[in-house]
């Protein structure tokens, strides 16, 4: 169970973030957070999800939506020379010639992938400014 | 509304492996070779340690070790009784031991320096989840398994398994009343890590220990440390 202490720092690095942006957009309220979450990361989703509430409490993130993506298990086969997708995390055996792969290429990440801001009331400081808007 | 999305692709615990990959660099400038212990509560990792860390000292190596716990000092000073420098870290609850608590732990620890050491041995808190998110920079990462847990464990917590480098099974001088399958056990742990060194060992008898100690010989010479 640090589920909790993963979303506090996935906080902590978002917030530290939005105020590195420019300073038009400081300020900005968080609407949606996405990560990556490996299968093999030892992370439950839905714990992630049950503590995001309560961390990002009184932040700018309140009221954000947390998106998870879940990452599967790529391995390297050296029988077949092909990276192979695993189904599950029962058995590291290629899928296509069964032999045993050690060789882990995916499926370990915990990683922020994104986060989503409101950017009006950056917009209007910024006027015509340039502030490097996308998506 | 205007909206705008912001690429971050950071790690999360990005802190912590910055802070391990320092400590992995400290270690290795200091010649020693650093075992993470990981598994459930009461497999036996203070037992196999305590033996372990007895033995190594009888042959001449130069040994250390840090025990982690939620709270009580008590594996500390069982294992001070092998004479080897000892250190709890107590986490007050935190499931885990991560790379800031070691590096504080080694920087304020008197008389023992890394360079001074052959081996440093780190007992995580008993848990086979979360202790597998930390790097604490070690060079081999232990996972220990005790014939009174049923053989399935390893496919029950795959991702411990998945990324040790060496499993241990414990309670070997149990394992007929226990019951215990070994081939089972064994074909269930290579499931989960193909090729993975699996010794077998009593802490009570000392079954499998000296392949455990022919195993560190190696690795201490094959990492460089």
Same mark, same amino acid.
């Given at each position: 169970?640090?589920?909790?202490?993963?979303?506090?720092?996935?906080?902590d690095t978002v917030t530290e973030s939005l105020e590195a942006l420019p300073d038009a957009s400081k300020g900005a309220r968080v609407l949606q957070v996405r990560l990556r979450v490996g299968v093999l990361a030892s992370v439950v989703v839905e714990s992630l999800e049950f503590c995001w509430g309560i961390a990002t409490e009184g932040t700018s993130l309140e009221g954000s939506k947390l998106v998870v993506k879940t990452i599967p298990v790529v391995m390297?086969?050296?029988?077949?020379?092909?990276?192979?997708?695993?189904?599950?995390?029962?058995?590291?055996?290629?899928?296509?010639?069964?032999?045993?792969?050690?060789?882990?290429?995916?499926?370990?990440?915990?990683?922020?992938?994104?986060?989503?801001?409101?950017?009006?009331?950056?917009?209007?400081?910024?006027?015509?400014?340039?502030?490097?808007?996308?998506? | 509304?205007?909206?705008?999305?912001?690429?971050?692709?950071?790690?999360?615990?990005?802190?912590?492996?910055?802070?391990?990959?320092?400590?992995?660099?400290?270690?290795?400038?200091?010649?020693?070779?650093?075992?993470?212990?990981?598994?459930?509560?009461?497999?036996?990792?203070?037992?196999?340690?305590?033996?372990?860390?007895?033995?190594?000292? !009888?042959?001449?190596?130069? #040994?250390?070790?840090?025990?982690?716990?939620? /709270?009580?000092?008590?594996?500390? =000073?069982? *294992? @001070?009784?092998?004479?080897?420098?000892?250190?709890?870290?107590?986490?007050?609850?935190?499931?885990?031991?991560?790379?800031?608590?070691?590096?504080?732990?080694?920087?304020?620890?008197?008389?023992?320096?890394?360079?001074?050491?052959?081996?440093?041995?780190?007992?995580?808190?008993?848990?086979?989840?979360?202790?597998?998110?930390?790097?604490?920079?070690?060079?081999?990462?232990?996972?220990?398994?005790?014939?009174?847990?049923?053989?399935?464990?390893?496919?029950?917590?795959?991702?411990?398994?998945? !990324?040790?480098?060496?499993? #241990?099974?414990?309670?070997?001088?149990?394992? /007929?009343?226990?019951?215990?399958? =070994?081939? *089972? @056990?064994?074909?269930?742990?290579?499931?989960?890590?193909?090729?993975?060194?699996?010794?077998?060992?009593?802490?009570?008898?000392?079954?499998?220990?000296?392949?455990?100690?022919?195993?560190?010989?190696?690795?201490?010479?094959?990492?460089?440390?």
């Open positions: 169970m640090h589920e909790l202490s993963i979303v506090a720092s996935v906080v390297h086969c050296a029988v077949c020379d092909a990276d192979v997708k695993l189904e599950g995390v029962q058995s590291f055996r290629c899928p296509r010639c069964d032999e045993p792969c050690s060789d882990l290429l995916q499926g370990r990440e915990l990683e922020i992938e994104s986060f989503e801001i409101d950017d009006e009331a950056g917009l209007e400081k910024a006027g015509n400014e340039e502030i490097g808007v996308s998506g | 509304m205007t909206t705008r999305i912001v690429e971050l692709r950071r790690g999360i615990l990005k802190k912590n492996d910055e802070l391990a990959r320092g400590l992995r660099a400290r270690y290795a400038a200091g010649g020693v070779l650093v075992l993470n212990l990981v598994s459930s509560p009461g497999t036996g990792k203070t037992a196999f340690l305590e033996r372990t860390l007895k033995e190594l000292r !009888s042959r001449g190596s130069r #040994v250390a070790a840090l025990v982690g716990d939620l /709270e009580t000092d008590n594996d500390a =000073r069982r *294992l @001070a009784s092998s004479g080897a420098p000892v250190r709890q870290i107590n986490t007050h609850g935190i499931c885990h031991l991560d790379a800031e608590m070691i590096d504080k732990h080694l920087e304020s620890w008197d008389g023992v320096e890394l360079g001074g050491l052959d081996y440093l041995f780190i007992e995580n808190v008993g848990n086979l989840v979360c202790p597998s998110s930390y790097d604490l920079g070690e060079g081999i990462r232990v996972a220990l398994l005790s014939v009174t847990e049923g053989e399935d464990k390893p496919l029950k917590y795959p991702t411990l398994f998945n !990324s040790a480098d060496a499993a #241990v099974i414990t309670k070997m001088d149990i394992a /007929e009343p226990c019951g215990f399958d =070994r081939t *089972l @056990a064994l074909k269930n742990i290579n499931e989960i890590r193909p090729g993975i060194r699996i010794f077998e060992t009593s802490a009570k008898t000392g079954a499998g220990m000296e392949e455990w100690f022919g195993y560190l010989d190696e690795a201490r010479k094959t990492k460089g440390a």
